[in-house]
């Protein structure tokens, strides 16, 4: 199940940020993850507006210098572990 | 210095129309007039926030039997908790839906007895079914995020695929297929929804049937029921390290059954802030850690892991609070446990059945004068 480039991720209904802006926390109804770095950095972008391609340009930017492919792979490995657990939505 | 505590259960009354046969409530509920006020809720809610809770389960009973429970929602959601709804959907009307969801309610988590009314209201005691599959209907409509619970024993495994399919009918975000676990009066119940080992086992294959059938679209959460699983459940993540349970007069519970062990001494959140319960109550730290712990659990590497497995079910079948929970297949007793599963008999029964074959859960008032008669 890849993930296409004009998918919009966002979060699944019933899962929305908590916590402090230091310290923000993901919420869903059995838990909550406390998202740190890349993984922040990803699911900051998770907005429903910006496509999986946007996404990508955007993590580019930030992680300068790092490979494309590689940054590719971690993404959506890292969204597609969140849509099976359904704290993301991606369509 | 313990963690600070992550989820509030509160038990905002023990009132409910339905009698479920497996329902781990207490067998002593708590009256209708020793519950908490408005205020007095309002006030653990933003306790709780200020001690870090990040999830308040609003249960009971029946939560909705309480008629202020837009007014907790909203106290709830200003508090920054996230608000979970457990409900078996009576008392939820299409507008009341819509004005909790208006008042900030994150998630509704309905209860399913079974995929046909009659079977279904046979479990229950009561005229439910029809509702709740309107109600699931609504929380769709609404875009509320929606689980549908399944509790599962003997006498509705027999036909879980097409429990199953029935409930991803109801397009659900999640799915809980929950074994029955046997307190209050699930274990008055108990010999007569002690599933088989061949049902255990056909329904791991079911669930990871429909799980796969799913992926990506409803997530299935099902866990192994004890009885019949090598090591305990980590019951409430560890006894007073991540949950605090308030029953609907405020006594401080570690956790849903805990009032069965004796000796324990409860406090009310109406004398004592949530803080200091946390910190201070003799019950909270009576099984927190390790120390009290014997053999083989005090040196086993599983631990930190499973803490030894319930104190209430290690009571209730052994005696001893201490001992290690016997469903454990290093617990010393395990034998108890093997030799009770060996005994569970295949027969299930048609709802036709002129005499019931249990005992239906009560409800508070009630229940008190049905007692003093028998006595």
Known sequence: MAIAENNKPTLASGCRWGGTPEEPVLLFPEGAIRVKGTGLAILGLCDGHRSFSEILAELQVQYFGADARRIREDAERFLEQLQEKRILDIR | MTAAPLALIA??????????????????????KSELQTDEWCRVFSEAARLGMLHLHLTGGEPAARADLEELVSAARSEGLYTNLITSGLGVSRERLKRLVAAGLDHVQISFQDSEAERGEWIAGAKSHAHKVELASWVRELRSAFTANLVVHRQNLDHLEQMIRFLEGLQPDRIEIAHTQYYGWALKN???????????????????????????????????????????????GGWGQKMILINPSGKALPCHAAEVIPGLVFDNVREKSLSWIWSQSGAFQKFRGEKWMQTPCHSCERRTEDFGGCRCQAFLLTGDPKATDPVCTLSPKHEMVVKEISRVPAESFAPQTSEPIWVYRSNPDRFVSTLQIRR
Do not use: W
């Not at chain 2, 038990?11 to 509920?29: A, D, F, G, K, M």
């Open chain 2, 190 to 236: 108990r010999e007569k929804l002690m599933p088989t080992a061949t049902q255990v086992e056909n329904a791991l294959r079911l669930v990871n049937e429909a799980q796969a059938r799913t992926k990506g679209r409803i997530r299935i959460d099902s866990v192994l029921p004890d009885h019949y699983a090598r090591f305990p459940k980590a019951c409430m």
């Open chain 2, 11 to 32: 038990e905002i009354t023990h009132r409910c129309p339905l009698h479920c046969v497996y329902c781990s409530n207490p067998l002593q509920l708590a009256a209708a």
